[in-house]
């Protein structure tokens, strides 16, 4: 397929407004692939050139991208700021760029999927001291042969920003229609094997090849999520519930298999180097040949630890022994996935809890089974009194579903009043702040798009003012007055006192007394609370307040 | 197989002239020259580069190809004396290019050809103007340019018998004309056309070394600038394309 033809599909995605003519235009797409071709496909669709579970990486900011467009259009980089800021969206910008470049080629190559995927991959495994210098001779060279719409669609693969509507619901339906498959087992297909590429082409086989997909040791599938509900609530069938600590840590998946480990993190990032005490732990308590699902938390004295001590350690690179003396880090277990070579996902949760005690021992978490709402209330408080988050419910015979946010696990945590938030724009401070950041501009999630709802200027130590202060050079999309606008990355957990109607922001609503509590990075910005969310609570405290 | 013995200043011209636009090239060998035809990430650059077998004190080669790490060859440099032999040799088959000078053996390994850009073919192109003026001041020209501005006319105006460099920035402006009498030769046929000082600038440093470079030009064509190395004994081709602005 040529790149072109992808991003012209990708323009009338974009156009396109109801699903069924979406997925109907995907799967006739699906259906004229290579098998070459097919997978690159369905990953790039989705705006993500690696599956999830490889941990490859681009690493390209905003900052490599204007170097190379400076260059491939004649550009001043000041010119290429300029219009980013005017037109918003890097890749409209870039677009636009290429249409009037003003330096000439001598020639163009025709730019196909898999040169971009093979371009892709060059930047990924490009690193050391040269790194960044190769990695802008890559995009160069892609830029220099790109029409201004291939332009456009490279510029949001490379910077992550890929949003033409297109969802994991969307693509797993055109799948199953391009190749006459039952949805429902490419979904399962992909909740195991964690890559929409490799399932098309196991779709592309038949039903009986996405009906034996397997798990694999160092293959991480997504955790398996909560929703947030009431113990009543879910009580109501009558059956007995499994009741398990919630735990203010990070979360974590163990694969071990011919003596050798590795520790993923929530969003499936490697943390063995940063966790060597706990990695050694669970190397001597388990057996070989298994993936086991927990959390990971910081004991003093007894006591778990606040959740961002726990990040510290995944986020470190450096020193890590030392860091490993100071706090102690204890590995909890709550479900295991895979053992012995055989994938336990689809066995009801009371079996595999029985396998998983029957291996894991010691650090299994404590559970109680029960009917009775009173008992599980008094476990709740007793977990909120041991410093816990609250506790999990989980329906006995509910399947493990990788990825899956269903109604199996039910969290039961004290009302919050805090949203994830992404961090879309900062404004310089005043003062003692003057060279940092002195507040953020949050926004939602509105679908594809990012909606303000906030700012956040206090709950900051000056360590973390410092810190974002450099770790957010490199998102500056664009600069105005003293507001700078960033790349979406970083989701900060934000405490408030109410939710109010406001015509200040776009969404229609703003916070009162916002402060910043902790920066999510376990959180991917798809993570972040939506409007939806944030109508709900406002409905839902409103309410409250009328009943009363 | 490529074994010979090269001048230390040779040997830098050679590697600047590449490092001018590229960081990795193909390099040719046979048994009467070595040369190299690259382009660079945008395809707006080209240089056409070669040795004949004269321009080295001792030369026996096989025809044959290697990849180029050029930042590799320049980290050479730094221990090389003016006046230096400096051996080279390839032996068939081998992924490694043996540098050897005053007791310095470096021994550098080499990319695979086959991951770096193909050789582009010249562009069939001809260009009316032909004016040859000396590589210093060419580079003069171009450096004092770059300071109001990020693109350059290079013109020759056959009514007024001038060769004409113009550069316009934002505020302020630089001419330089080459009267008649100022240039080694010209054609005096019209021509003119914009091209990028980024480009140039590297290319400019390159070519100050050269007595005279002879400047190919059309109206908004590419421009060739042909200059000799190696004392006569190698030559260069830079192609630029032109900038094309709309009014």
Known sequence: MLFLNFAELCSRLEKISGRLDTIALLSETICSLSEEDLPHFCRLILGKPFPEWSGQKLGVGPNLLYEAVAYVTGKKRDEIIDRLSRVGDAGAAVEDLLSQKSQTSFFTVELSLSDIMAALLEISVTEGGRSQKEKVRVIQRLLSNASPLEGHYITAILLEDFRIGIGDGNLREAIARAFSVNPDLVEYANQVRNDMGEVALLAKQGETALQSVRLVPFHPVRMMLARQGTISGVLESGNPVAVEYKYDGARFQFHKQNGRCRMYSRRLEEVTAAMPDVVTLLNDALPDDIIVDGEVIAVRDGRPLPFQTVLRRFRRKHNVAEAADAITMLPNLFDILYLDGRMLIDLPFHIRREKLCKVAGNFVTPQLVSDNESEIEAYYHAALDAGHEGVMLKLQDSRYTPGVRGKDWVKIKPEADTLDLVVTGAEWGEGKRAHVFGSFLLSVRDEEKLIPISRVATGFSDEQLAWLHDTLQDDILRKDGKMVYFEPRLVFEVGYSEIQKSPNYEGGYALRFPRFIELREDKDIKEANTTEDVTDRYIQTHKVQNES | ?247
């Open chain 2, 1 to 247: 197989m490529l074994k010979a013995t090269i001048t230390a200043d040779i040997f830098r011209d050679t590697v600047d002239a590449l490092s001018a636009l590229v960081t990795e090239c193909r390099l040719h060998f046979s048994e009467t020259e070595v040369w190299a035809r690259a382009v660079d990430t945008a395809n707006v650059a080209m240089i056409i580069l070669s040795l004949k077998k004269e321009a080295f004190s001792q030369y026996e080669a096989t025809t044959g190809e290697i990849g180029l790490d050029i930042a590799k060859l320049k980290n050479t440099y730094s221990m090389m004396g003016k006046a230096s032999d400096i051996r080279l040799e390839h032996p068939d088959g081998a992924n490694k290019i043996e540098v050897t000078f005053e007791g310095y053996h470096y021994s550098i390994t080499l990319l695979d050809s086959n991951t770096i850009k193909k050789d582009p073919n010249a562009p069939g192109i001809q260009l009316p103007g032909q004016v040859t003026i000396s590589g210093s001041e060419l580079n003069n020209v171009i450096k004092s340019a770059a300071i109001v501005s990020d693109k350059i006319w290079f013109a020759i105006d056959p009514d007024n018998k001038e060769f004409v460099l113009y550069a316009e920035g934002d505020s302020d402006n630089i001419k330089r004309s080459f009267s008649a009498g100022e240039v080694i030769a010209c054609n005096w046929q019209q021509a003119k056309s914009l091209f990028s000082i980024d480009y140039l600038k590297d290319m400019g440093k390159v070519m100050s070394h050269a007595e005279k470079v002879t400047i190919d030009l059309g109206a908004d064509h590419p421009i060739k600038f042909s200059f000799e190395i190696a004392g006569g004994n190698g030559q260069v081709e830079y192609l630029l394309a032109p900038r094309i602005e709309a009014d």
